[in-house]
């Protein structure tokens, strides 16, 4: 596997461009315990996160997760975030929305922070629950992006924690082939394989990239 290079790890969050974004447990420890545990991070990542970026897929497992994602336009950040904008002695340079990355970046780190929060409270421990910095890699091609979305649902397979991708429910997976309404950008996610059933198909088998080399 390929060494990342320090600007994967940290590539700017900009409008309009889409991301893989994944994460583990610091020091190996685990982010979920309980089903509740699951789902409470994905109702942080829909009130967090959804308004700054649309989701293509995601996977979460015991100690790690995965999204692939699409940063808003311009227009809809800026509508997002002026309400929330009062505090004039803040760090980062708001002027003009000049830096929406900034405020985006920082979406994702009120998300981590408040599920950190809840959990630890929860299991009654304390300090960092997320390796730091969280990584982010632009995906810029096509191609690769297919491969990405590929790893992402086939994490829980190659990890031996089921034995098809039906059968783990903290995927996008099962949303994609249903018929259920779903927040993801699920046509066009099936699009880059063509139809539903070529995407079902290419995903019988194991991926041939990991999707972060």
């Known amino acids: 596997m390929n060494k990342l290079k320090l600007e994967d790890y940290k590539a700017i969050l900009s409008p309009k461009h889409t991301y893989h974004v994944y994460n583990r447990g610091i020091g190996g420890e685990l982010l979920f315990l309980s089903n509740e545990n699951y789902r409470y991070f994905l109702r942080k990542y829909d009130n967090y996160i959804a308004p700054v970026a649309d989701t293509f897929c995601y996977c979460l497992m015991p100690n790690l997760f995965h999204f692939l994602i699409r940063i808003k336009e311009e227009k809809v950040l800026k509508e997002f975030f002026k309400d929330k904008i009062k505090n004039p002695d803040s760090s980062i340079d708001l002027t003009g ?37 969280y990584k982010r890699k632009l995906i810029s091609d096509e191609t690769y992006l297919r491969k990405v979305i590929h790893y992402i649902h086939f994490n829980p397979v190659m990890a031996g ?43 019988l088998y194991p991926p041939e990239l990991t999707g972060i080399e």
């Open 97 to 133: 929305f000049e830096n929406l990355s900034g405020l985006v970046s920082r979406q994702f780190s009120n998300f981590f922070n408040a599920y950190s929060k809840a959990f630890n409270k929860q299991h009654h421990r304390s300090g960092n629950l997320f390796s730091r910095p």
């Open 161 to 203: 924690i089921v034995d098809s991708l039906e059968n783990w429910e903290y995927s996008s997976y099962g949303s994609i082939i249903s018929n259920k309404k779903t927040k993801l950008q699920k046509k066009e996610v099936i699009s880059y394989f063509d139809d539903l059933e070529n995407f079902k198909f290419c995903h």
